[in-house]
């Protein structure tokens, strides 16, 4: 049975209020849209609602006009014109868009005819805008523009870093960073050490600029919070976010239930790693960094794909032995229409930023997918979770107003990291050899017992700095201390950092998140928790587990984190016990992998 109608190319009819040929480019071209909406009479719920939705729509189309200006400057961070075109937006278009955002929030609050707005995830959008109107001041929006204008550095800077390697003519090359990442997975251990050492040393030059940006940004971020009346950043960030369904104390526990239950597992997986290796090399002595991505077998790396095209058709097909599991094509639809739309750029290329992304586009309701490929397991991986994203997007495209449409990351992520593990069986599409299928699910799953440990690492090295953003410790040096304590929390005791010390004390500046999007982090560790729920449900009933999946991301945001979960049938809990068990599933598929 079709659980979706089969998807076509978007065919939307032209909204009321704005057309899509609407061409941004000066302020006083959108500013009469805004002063109609702060002027126009509202005398009746019906008249509300238009309002709503043509408030909506206006943002829907500023929001896709972002969009478009930030894509095409991480497709190319080395155009000074793309450049130009996104610091526009910041500059002169975002900050009359806060101080207009908060006028209508107030507007819609403040309507008699509030009440009568019944239709489910008013409720919700409306808390928002209270949260909002709340926290709003004059004074920050000058230093969120400036804010923006420092985060966009980030990608610049580490977009243009290269390293130099000798390909396999013996011939020097320059290679991007994600590039020279696939080079970790040689069987080589001397070309591991030498690539790990140059990628480190590579980062390690610029760290003090790093360091310089991240510090100008915490402070900036520190004098919004204490604008708006909070104690530091975090506080004023889990009101900004919205997070309503959790607190900080619900972090640390995450962060306490990670460490007893989860990282004791990267110590068995590390000696078992360590010892495998030494079987294969018998001057193999220590365990070290470049040693963490090797088939501890000796096995060359995995290729699923050779290039973007390819990795793009076989996710497809992929998404489409998903569909088969219950009937329809609705996931493999998703991305074929991205591909005649041209919605993707998958390759990594020098000049590119770093990372990946899918971007939802609020008005064609088709989003854009981001990435770095390099012909890695890791790409794959990416590939199918920037697809649960798109999916996402999708599901949530013909939701009637934006706030419906944009869920918190803890859904958005539960999408993607869901999808990571509802493809999994149909992985033989990359990998023909049983063999070769079988270690790439065992590295997956040995992934997501890495990737809570390290969450937790880079949300609780988050509380730290902004907890004590004015404290005399939260000197470089003392950023550089707590960040080593909590990194060596959070890791296993067999990796030896002897003599690499300074890379270790820098390892943070990797993390994009901590420039650009601070405090989105914990997310990712959230919503693995819930993947790993709505894979085990998968597994028991496939078309139970995949329409409760579904069923969770249509609601968009329109209900509760706590009651989307329970769409999918996944409990929304922190514990031990909690987590305990749903790592015990995982750690189980992988002894039965390996048996």
């Not at 894979?535 to 999946?549: I, T, V």
Request: net charge negative.
């Amino acid at each position: 049975m079709n659980m979706e109608p089969t998807l076509t190319l978007p065919t939307r009819p032209a909204r009321p209020f704005i057309g899509e040929e609407f061409v941004l480019k000066t302020w006083d071209e959108v500013k009469p849209l805004y002063d109609n909406l702060v002027e126009r009479p509202l005398n009746n719920a019906d008249e509300l609602r238009q309002w709503l939705a043509d408030r909506s729509e206006l943002e829907s189309y500023l929001s896709e006009n972002f969009a478009w200006r930030y894509i095409r400057m991480t497709c190319d961070t080395s155009d000074a014109d793309l450049i130009n075109q996104f610091n526009f937006f910041i500059t002169e278009i975002q900050p009359q868009l806060s101080a207009y955002e908060n006028t209508l929030d107030k507007r819609t609050v403040e309507s008699p005819y509030l009440t009568e707005l019944r239709e489910k995830g008013f409720d919700i959008a409306l808390r928002g805008m209270k949260k909002a109107i709340e926290i709003f001041r004059d004074e920050n929006i000058p230093l969120q523009t400036e804010i923006q204008t420092e985060q966009r550095k980030y990608g610049a800077l580490v977009g243009a870093m290269t390293i130099q390697v000798n390909n396999a003519d013996g011939v020097s090359e320059e290679i991007t960073l994600p590039q020279a990442g696939t080079l970790l997975q040689s069987p080589d251990r001397a070309l591991r050490e030498q690539v790990w050492l140059k990628i480190q040393e590579r980062r390690y030059r610029d760290k003090d600029q790093l360091d310089e940006l991240y510090t100008r940004l915490r402070d900036l971020r520190h004098q919004v919070a204490v604008n708006a009346g909070f104690a530091n950043f975090r506080d004023y960030m889990f009101a900004a976010m919205g997070r309503f369904d959790y607190t900080p104390q619900d972090c640390f526990d995450f962060h306490a239930s990670v460490s007893k239950a989860v990282v004791p597992l990267l110590d068995q997986l590390a000696l078992e790693r360590k010892e495998k290796l030494a079987k294969a090399d018998v001057s193999f002595d220590v365990l070290r960094p470049w040693d963490a991505k090797v088939d501890p077998d000796g096995l060359p790396a995995l290729k699923p794909f050779e290039t973007g095209n390819e990795l793009l058709n076989k996710t497809i097909t992929c998404f489409n032995r998903l569909d088969a599991a219950v009937g329809g094509s609705y996931f493999s639809d998703c991305l074929r229409i991205m591909k005649a739309m041209g919605h993707l750029d998958l390759e990594s290329r020098k000049g590119k930023a770093p990372g990946g992304y899918n971007y939802p586009l609020e008005e064609i309701g088709v989003p854009f997918i981001f990435m770095n490929a390099t012909s890695s397991l890791r790409d794959l991986v990416t590939m199918v979770h920037e697809g649960g994203h798109a999916v996402h997007s999708f599901l949530t495209r013909d939701l009637p107003l934006k706030p419906f449409r944009n869920p918190p990351m803890e859904v958005a992520e539960l999408a993607s990291m869901s999808m990571e593990l509802l493809t999994m069986d149909s992985w033989d599409v990359f990998f023909e050899n049983p063999e070769d299928l079988k270690r790439a699910k065992i590295q997956h799953l040995e992934s997501i017992i890495e990737t809570l440990p390290w969450v937790a690492t880079i949300d609780k090295f988050q509380h730290w700095v902004y907890e004590t953003a004015v404290d005399p410790a939260a000197t470089v040096d003392g950023r550089k201390t707590a960040w080593v304590r909590i990194f060596e929390e959070f890791s296993d005791t067999i990796t030896s950092w002897d003599g690499l010390e300074k890379y270790e004390a820098y390892s943070w500046q990797k993390q994009l998140h901590l420039y650009e999007v601070p405090f989105y982090y914990i997310e990712y560790g959230i919503a693995q928790l819930g993947a790993i729920g709505v894979w085990m449900n998968f597994r028991q009933d496939p078309q139970k587990g995949l329409q409760g999946y579904m069923n969770a991301l249509k609601l968009g945001y329109t209900a509760p984190i706590r009651d989307i979960y329970r769409a999918a049938d996944v409990p929304f809990d922190f514990s031990e016990a909690h987590i305990g068990r749903l790592i015990q599933f995982v750690w189980d598929e992988i002894e039965r992998l390996k048996n």
